[in-house]
């Protein structure tokens, strides 16, 4: 696959393509620019490292990248799932300072399941339900991953399965495809030190030789955080 022409912004916000600039000026500008933005986090573990330690380090990459968005401020936009539910729940409950910004996705035939966290309000405000228990998962799943992209203005994507997953694809490339389609231009941030379908997309982009992620890291840094499975130094990379 390759990479989209980044010349087609689709409304998405810029990446950033200037070096780094320390200073308390720069900071407040990067964190006044991250506060504006609604970030799309896509993450799962693979089937794989199910009860092993790589999908404890899935959770430590997770949040990590979590604790960074709120922050900075910026708005957390995600689908629910019985494990990543309660995680984003028990870090908003420890973040200090202004009450993160969530916007929950979750189908409607998955209500009566969902984590009794999902209902929450106080952290998650109203979830947002989304589908129709009665159609093909596939269409469920598209009804579900549509308003996510299109709320979106920048995403991030974490290990994912890369068997056992619902649907005709990976969940995680179909989502990184997805919000491509609609915002060509826009940041994306590939972890790819937990493995899963992430580091797949990560293969692929190195074999096409192009910058499938335009987040305005310079090589070696892009590089850094592709193999990384140091959790602050993960956040450290995209809070840059």
């Given at each position: 696959m390759t990479q989209p022409s980044a010349t087609q912004t689709g409304g998405a916000v810029p990446p950033r393509t200037d070096t780094v600039t320390t200073g308390a000026g720069a900071s407040d500008r990067a964190g006044a620019a991250a506060s504006a933005l609604s970030v799309f986090l896509s993450a799962s573990v693979?089937?794989?490292?199910?009860?092993?330690?790589?999908?404890?380090?899935?959770?430590?990459?997770?949040?990590?990248?979590?604790?960074?968005?709120?922050?900075?401020?910026?708005?957390?936009?995600?689908?629910?799932?019985?494990?990543?539910?309660?995680?984003?729940?028990r870090l908003a409950r420890e973040h200090a300072g202004a009450p993160p910004r969530i916007a929950l996705y979750q189908l409607e035939r998955f209500r009566t399941d969902a984590p009794p966290e999902t209902h929450d309000e106080a952290v998650f405000g109203p979830v947002h339900w989304v589908g129709n228990p009665a159609a093909e998962m596939a269409d469920d799943l598209a009804a579900l991953r549509v308003p996510m992209v299109e709320r979106a203005r920048a995403a991030v994507f974490i290990a994912g399965k890369t068997a056992g997953f619902r649907g005709a694809r990976p969940g995680i490339r179909e989502e990184y495809e997805r919000f491509r389609a609609r915002l060509p231009a826009a940041p994306v941030y590939l972890m790819g030190g937990a493995g899963g379908e992430t580091a797949r997309i990560i293969a692929d982009a190195e074999a096409d030789g192009a910058d499938w992620e335009l987040n305005g890291l310079d090589p070696p840094a892009r590089e850094l955080l592709h193999r990384a499975d140091d959790p602050a130094l993960v956040a450290a990379l995209i809070g840059r």
């Amino acid at each position: 696959m390759t990479q989209p022409s980044a010349t087609q912004t689709g409304g998405a916000v810029p990446p950033r393509t200037d070096t780094v600039t320390t200073g308390a000026g720069a900071s407040d500008r990067a964190g006044a620019a991250a506060s504006a933005l609604s970030v799309f986090l896509s993450a799962s573990v693979p089937d794989e490292l199910a009860g092993t330690a790589g999908a404890q380090r899935v959770y430590d990459l997770l949040a990590s990248v979590v604790r960074a968005l709120f922050a900075v401020g910026a708005e957390l936009v995600f689908g629910g799932h019985p494990t990543i539910t309660p995680l984003v729940h028990r870090l908003a409950r420890e973040h200090a300072g202004a009450p993160p910004r969530i916007a929950l996705y979750q189908l409607e035939r998955f209500r009566t399941d969902a984590p009794p966290e999902t209902h929450d309000e106080a952290v998650f405000g109203p979830v947002h339900w989304v589908g129709n228990p009665a159609a093909e998962m596939a269409d469920d799943l598209a009804a579900l991953r549509v308003p996510m992209v299109e709320r979106a203005r920048a995403a991030v994507f974490i290990a994912g399965k890369t068997a056992g997953f619902r649907g005709a694809r990976p969940g995680i490339r179909e989502e990184y495809e997805r919000f491509r389609a609609r915002l060509p231009a826009a940041p994306v941030y590939l972890m790819g030190g937990a493995g899963g379908e992430t580091a797949r997309i990560i293969a692929d982009a190195e074999a096409d030789g192009a910058d499938w992620e335009l987040n305005g890291l310079d090589p070696p840094a892009r590089e850094l955080l592709h193999r990384a499975d140091d959790p602050a130094l993960v956040a450290a990379l995209i809070g840059r």
